[in-house]
């Protein structure tokens, strides 16, 4: 987890980079830089009104993924089911999009229901095959592991089968004990309370994650009016062409 002074520099880093003209390879001090800033990967949280994106996104996991994901080879009624079962006024959901706004990432935070262990919270998450192999998983946890801290949360579960590696990995990289029970495991994670540095960087990660998808979000708009634009054109060359002939 960053502290909020390498979010913002960061963030700094990041602006400065896209506003720099490119005049040639990074400098030996520019490469080490960049090295030492951690790179931000937009996470949003997600509401209600993008319960169907997140039913699309579960059922793009191939079955293999689904098995991992839910513990049982979960069919499309028993997704659309889970989807529908959401909590967002108890749980929290984060996702991360590409640059077609499509949902390629997502983390479920669920808290306990039970009064005892309110400050206990399981952890789940999926990424598409597509996506894989740029630690958004981790990422993912992080983010997740941030906001249970501000919300009170000292342990964090997360429930898998034993050979789900990848998932493991993530929960024992972060300092979890994860206990093996035959096909499934048990990590479990102790968090430290909230600080104000926890509650700075999750404003402002959550803020560039707004900025970063408003920003996609413009930049599709742009691409899709441009799209039919050039279909109108070529309806009506070849309008013309018929014409002619």
């Not at 994106?53 to 579960?58: A, E, S």
């Not at 991360?96 to 789940?124: Q, T, V, W």
């Not at 990289?173 to 495991?185: F, I, K, L």
């Not at 996609?216 to 279909?231: G, I, R, S």
Request: hydrophobic share 40%; glycine share 6%; charged share 30%.
């Amino acid at each position: 987890m960053f502290a909020t002074k390498d979010w913002l520099k960061a963030s700094w880093y990041a602006g400065r980079d896209m506003l720099r003209p490119v005049t040639g390879a990074p400098s030996a001090a520019e490469r080490r830089v960049k090295q030492e800033v951690p790179v931000m990967v937009p996470i949003r949280a997600l509401g209600p009104s993008y319960r169907e994106r997140i039913t699309q996104h579960l059922l793009q996991l191939e079955p293999a993924d689904r098995y991992l994901r839910f513990g049982y080879a979960a069919n499309d009624e028993q997704i659309r089911r889970y989807a529908e079962q959401l909590d967002f006024n108890r749980d929290e959901i984060f996702g991360i999009y590409n640059r077609r706004l499509e949902l390629i990432a997502m983390a479920h935070l669920a808290f306990s229901e039970h009064p005892e262990h309110k400050d206990c919270a399981e952890f789940g998450v999926s990424v598409l095959k597509q996506a894989r192999g740029r630690g958004f998983g981790a990422r993912l946890f992080e983010r997740a592991i941030m906001h249970a801290r501000n919300e009170g949360v000292n342990m964090v579960f997360i429930h898998a089968l034993s050979e789900n590696t990848a998932m493991l990995k993530i929960a024992r990289n972060a300092g979890a004990t994860v206990r093996r029970d035959g096909s499934e495991s048990e990590a479990y994670l102790q968090i430290p309370r909230a600080s104000f540095d926890t509650r700075m960087a999750e404003m402002v990660e959550q803020q560039f994650a707004e900025v970063d998808y408003q920003i996609k979000k413009q930049a599709k708009q742009f691409w899709d009016f441009l799209a039919n634009v050039q279909e109108v054109r070529s309806g009506v060359q070849d309008a013309r062409h018929q014409s002619a002939e």
